[in-house]
Nanobody, 120 residues
Framework: QVQLDEWGGGSVQAGDSLRLSCVAS????????MAWFRRTPGKAREFVAA????????NYADSVKGRFTISRDNAKNMLFLQMSTLKPEDTAVYYC?????????????WGQGTQVTVSS
């Protein structure tokens, strides 16, 4: 079992930046691949970005490639998502998750989510 807690969401203007953070507890964080997903009302949760346990591998959804950067600090059991040049279509609840599968990406354990709202 693992517990994930995210924070850092908020309401911003298009073009602004936000940094989401997630802290993990309850299992070996450093040995787990991690990911961010997001969901908008009426839509299925979608993959945003993933990072391998050793940081060597990352993967991004095409819609965020070049604008978002996923990173982690294994010493602090933390996962981050740096979001730049935000667009209104990035508005969603963002979830931190342990990655159960790379292709297609799927999560095992989930945080409670943090709301990101981008206005034009």
């Amino acid at each position: 079992q693992v517990q994930l807690d995210e924070w850092g969401g908020g309401s911003v203007q298009a073009g602004d930046s936000l940094r989401l953070s997630c802290v993990a507890s309850g299992r070996s964080f450093s040995g787990s691949s991690m990911a961010w997903f997001r969901r908008t009302p009426g839509k299925a949760r979608e993959f945003v970005a993933a990072i391998g346990w050793d940081v060597a591998i990352t993967n991004y959804a095409d819609s965020v490639k070049g604008r978002f950067t996923i990173s982690r600090d294994n010493a602090k059991n933390m996962l981050f998502l740096q979001m730049s040049t935000l667009k209104p279509e990035d508005t969603a609840v963002y979830y931190c998750a342990t990655l159960g599968r790379w292709n297609p990406p799927s999560g095992n354990f989930w945080g409670q989510g943090t709301q990101v709202t981008v206005s034009s």
